[in-house]
């Protein structure tokens, strides 16, 4: 069996903590059995990894998530790259041909497909081994999961079943009363978790692309219709099957749902009134927040803003941030993280931008250069290397360096390392970094310093 | 006539804008008639001059707020500073010394003395010129205001008065009935504000110091009785007048009180959704504040830390925020401003200080020597010369400078001048400045930069 988590949605909906390169899923507020704070996207890894499911996983993502989920997931899962965001079926048919070219899977077995960030509880993924076992069955195109219902909810679509499991139609979000209904007959809500064989999908691919090779799937990725999974094969296929799966699962994707599954009434440096009722407040800054005689309020404090809202509003924040077009001041890097504590332009047009950097022990940025950009590091904290042109340095607390514009460069942490980097360019800055190979830096000998 | 504003109170009661070396005297959250924010020092001031009193003007205050006030009010005003904090009476005959000894002012002109921050109309100043005439009449040897009571307050000091304004006694913090029958039999409340001639007070001041000379005052500052001037000197005099002023007179001591004040429901970058009611936000960071369907809130995010208090219960802050030991993350001073961007402490013991600097054009900061703390300088907008160990150094945009400890250095701004300073020290850094005369670094030469 392998696995496809679907990672999407980057999104506003979680501002300030969520931004254009932080989705939902990489916020680390929910608690794992030891108490200590994990995301949504390490919950689900943990889950499947305490389910005891033997299985490869692969993640679909867009490049700007990537860095987090390195950050978050290390080396335990694969990633798998969209050229570009077309929609479920492009993402899901881009794995698979990986999974067929790339890691060799058996054409027989089983792919499992599902959104990264289900909130749920351990025996969702329990039901994979059934899923499997039906698709193996051969009696079914597709197995879905599907969800009991725990009231007739108007939001979600609904899966009709019949005989022995066997879908007999769909209904797409029903008013209250077909939706009581449906669940007399035993619909089930539809949880977007797919199972079929690899060379049923890859047949549909056929389609689509000439070669199904993953990097020919890559190259012609605009060739696969942008459309959802359910539209383009779901609702396509001969023959449909349901496992359904009773047990808690929630959309935590507003600050009102999420602060209903945080174990603490704070996170970060908070301090709350004892008159404060209803209150949650998770805070990334570094200065503390004080909450007095407050009731039911989320408070946010992160790199990007601060968010005060009564919980049941908080589902309305989309146009009140979309329109905030700062660049993020936080970003999770595959090699640690930065902070961005100063970004301003002046009156000529020249920025600058001033960022606390924290790279991880044995962990190396990748080599660069910028065209456009000087840049002033002073290290305050661990050691490291830094490749200048080919030239080594040692890094220690209290060394600084100044790299021009169109000097190669590139760091490594020995110990975490912590540094203010000063830059200033004349010109647009977005952009402004050509990724080099480390392998043109290592035969750096140590230059004078 | 000349003016003595006391300038107390650093304190925590305006969370995260006023800390210990910013008192709340300071923060620009009123405006000007032309709709420039001001703050209660500077809107004191522009009323005495508006009210076209002709007189100089004393600031008696603690060093901590010296840069602030001359930042504020530039040299408009004279500052006396207390050799240590003692209560009203000994500042009070310092301030008085000073007139004498160094303003060489007419021991029979008459002084009053007032509050920095009153909350009030331009007629209160207006009273001023009949205090001075009153005092010039030589029937009282201390001139009080007294405050038309527009309710039976429980918290203020009532002045009884007979025939002829003649003062015939006191009572503080009456019970609502008794405060009733007093505001009946014509009393007033106690403003804080005192005329008298200089002669008088110096006459007082010669039982506690044998010299009374402005620099024997200040060398003998402990001699002077750590009491009130109510309790040493009002109560004790032979004959006391009260003129009365009959308009608004506020505390604006809480963010309560203070936000009533405020014409804009929101200073900085701030977003408020419409259904937010009866709200007020107050942002000095450079990320937005989006505050959503919140009710009776007051909002204050400053370098300090973020609030978010209830307004009724904002008065009650105090314990909540006096144990945040933090050091002040922004402060106003002479030349400029800084900002804290990170302050950290390692493992080691070693410490880290980022800040973002603002000199002003054509100021200078002090020469100055660390002796624990090295420091690197990056330049991010502006012009300006740094001069170290007596060398010149022109200062623009990208510049960087690591000054050593033990190095003299200082900055004047040529143009209004920004930078990033990064300090490093393995031991204490608070208190780790000498200051230094710029003379010795005058005779500077240019040095190869």
Redesign the interface.
């Known amino acids: 069996m392998n696995i496809v988590l679907l990672s999407g949605g980057s999104g506003k909906r979680l501002?300030?903590l969520s931004n254009d390169v932080r989705s939902k899923q990489f916020l680390k507020l929910l608690c794992d059995e030891d108490g200590n704070h994990e995301s949504m996207v390490q919950r689900v890894y943990r889950q499947i990894v305490h389910a005891g499911i033997d299985a490869d996983i692969v993640v679909a993502t867009s490049a700007a998530q990537v860095e987090s989920i390195r950050g978050q997931l290390r080396n335990d899962v694969d990633i798998v790259v969209e050229p570009e965001r077309r929609n479920t079926f492009p993402a899901i048919v881009l794995a698979a041909s990986y999974l067929e070219s790339r890691k060799m899977m058996n054409p027989e077995e089983t792919v499992i497909v599902l959104p990264v960030d289900p909130y749920v509880d351990v025996a969702y993924f329990e039901t994979f081994g059934k899923m499997d076992e039906r698709v193996q069955q051969g009696d079914a195109d597709i197995v879905l999961m599907g969800i009991t219902p725990s009231y007739p909810s108007e939001k979600y679509g609904y899966i009709l079943q019949g005989a022995e499991g066997k879908v007999t139609g769909f209904k797409e979000k029903p008013d209250e009363a077909s939706a009581q209904k449906l669940i007399d007959q035993g619909a089930l809500w539809n949880a977007g978790v797919f199972a079929f064989k690899l060379k049923y999908l890859m047949g549909i691919a056929d389609k689509y692309v000439k070669d199904r090779d993953f990097s020919s799937v890559v190259e012609h990725y605009a060739q696969l219709k942008k459309d959802s999974f359910d539209y383009e094969v779901v609702e396509k296929a001969n023959s449909l099957a349901v496992i359904p799966y009773d047990g808690s699962w929630k959309d935590i994707g507003t600050w009102n749902t999420l602060s209903e599954e945080m174990k603490e009434q704070s996170i970060g440096d908070v301090?709350m009134?004892e008159?404060c009722v209803n209150t949650h407040v998770i805070?990334e800054?570094?200065?503390?927040?004080?909450?007095?005689?407050?009731?039911n309020?989320v408070?946010a404090?992160g790199?990007?803003?601060?968010?005060?809202?009564?919980k049941?509003?908080?589902s309305?924040?989309k146009p009140?941030?979309e329109n905030?077009d700062?660049r993020p001041?936080y970003e999770e890097r595959r090699w640690g993280e930065y902070k961005v504590?100063?970004y301003?332009q002046?009156t000529d047009g020249?920025k600058?931008l001033?960022k606390?950097v924290t790279i991880n022990a044995g962990c190396a940025q990748d080599y660069h250069v910028h065209r456009f950009k000087?840049e002033?590091i002073?290290v305050?904290?661990g050691q490291g290397e830094l490749v200048v042109d080919g030239c080594l340095m040692k890094l220690s607390?209290?060394d600084?360096v100044?790299v021009r514009r169109g000097q190669k460069h590139g760091i490594r942490a020995i110990q975490d390392l912590?540094l203010?980097s000063?830059q200033?360019s004349e010109d647009s800055t977005e952009g402004d970094t050509e990724v080099l190979d480390w392998s043109w830096a290592s035969d750096s000998g140590s230059c004078q310093n």
């Open positions: 501002w300030p301090i009134g008159e805070n800054l570094s200065i503390p927040v004080v909450a007095l005689g407050t009731q309020l408070i404090a790199q990007d803003g601060i968010l005060v809202s009564d049941h509003k908080s309305y924040i009140y941030v905030i700062k001041m504590y100063d301003s002046y020249t600058s001033t606390h000087d002033v002073t305050v904290n607390r209290g600084t100044s912590q203010i000063v200033i």
